[in-house]
């Protein structure tokens, strides 16, 4: 997102509630990366990442008016989008809950030997990247939401204590404790088992045939090898902090630029008949 001034910002705001569908446009587009990527690593998959994007850009837009500049404007979308994130039920892992023993035993277990060449052509080293990428934002939802939630901000967005601590309803003392826990148990899981990131014996590659039979990834949609990633991401801390020293246990949490059906529902919205309805709201 651009940085504006909060004066800057309040302008839009006050434009975009009196029915200025450019500055609206601005705002909303300035903060839709953050909110899919937050949204992405929360629910696990692109399709339900999208469809909850798209509920809180909504949810922005009716509440745009209570705005009052009193922290950030990312701070406030994503204290928005956080809180409807962790009460989302619409997900496909809130129908079929992951936890770090089954994603374990799956690994220790699974007959990835008994199954047949499912590749459909596509070249096995895509695959394995595309289960790579998939496999570590899978393994998040092994965490319970506040603890997801604790892990994403702090590790993908580095936002600062006080902020995230604000967003969360918690301290910033206890937001610190509770991330380093956090991310101590995630590179724990990763050392054990994972041969990419850790010294485990799993390796993608010798997987990919697995996972494609359980549907974990499709040779017909690499969503990770197909998204477009970002150079940089909305900040929203006031500070770097290391928290543990454990960065570079998670270089996987890439962001990524949103798709582009969320673009046009954004541009057909605005265009709609919706927008003055919401507006209103």
């Given at each position: 997102m651009d940085?504006?001034?909060?004066e ?12 200025d ?7 909303i587009?300035?903060v ?5 990527n ?5 629910l696990?998959?692109?399709p ?21 500049g ?5 701070t ?9 994130l ?10 079929f ?5 089954f994603y ?13 060449d ?13 289960l790579k990428?998939?496999?570590?934002n899978?393994?998040?939802q ?13 590790t ?21 404790q ?25 390796r993608?590659a010798?997987r990919?045939?697995?996972a494609?039979q359980n549907?974990?990834i ?9 998204a ?27 962001t ?12 057909k919205?605005?265009e ?10």
């Amino acid at each position: 997102m651009d940085k504006k001034t909060n004066e800057e910002l309040l302008n839009l705001v006050d434009k975009a509630v009196a029915g200025d569908k450019s500055a609206l446009e601005t705002l909303i587009l300035s903060v839709q990366d953050l909110v899919f990527n937050l949204s992405l690593r929360m629910l696990g998959t692109f399709p339900d990442a999208e469809d909850a994007t798209q509920d809180i850009l909504l949810k922005i837009i009716t509440h745009l008016s209570s705005f009052k500049g009193e922290s950030a404007f990312s701070t406030w979308v994503f204290r928005i989008a956080a809180n409807h994130l962790k009460d989302y039920k619409k997900h496909m892992f809130a129908k079929f809950p992951l936890s770090f023993e089954f994603y374990g035993d799956d690994i220790r277990n699974g007959k990835i030997d008994d199954v047949p060449d499912l590749t459909q052509n596509v070249e096995k080293s895509i695959l394995a990247e595309e289960l790579k990428m998939s496999c570590t934002n899978v393994m998040l939802q092994c965490l319970d939401t506040e603890s997801r939630c604790i892990f994403i901000l702090g590790t993908m967005f580095k936002v600062d204590s006080r902020i995230a601590g604000d967003i969360l309803g918690i301290t910033p003392e206890a937001y610190r404790q509770r991330l380093s826990r956090i991310r101590g148990k995630m590179a724990e899981f990763l050392k054990e088992y994972c041969g990419e990131y850790g010294k485990g014996t799993c390796r993608c590659a010798d997987r990919v045939n697995y996972a494609i039979q359980n549907h974990r990834i499709s040779p017909a949609r690499l969503d990770f090898t197909d998204a477009i990633p970002m150079e940089t991401m909305v900040e929203v801390k006031e500070a770097m902090e290391d928290i543990d020293g454990l960065s570079q246990e998670f270089s996987f949490c890439k962001t990524y630029q949103s798709p582009t059906g969320l673009k046009d529902f954004i541009q057909k919205f605005l265009e709609g008949t919706s927008f003055s309805v919401v507006r209103n709201a």
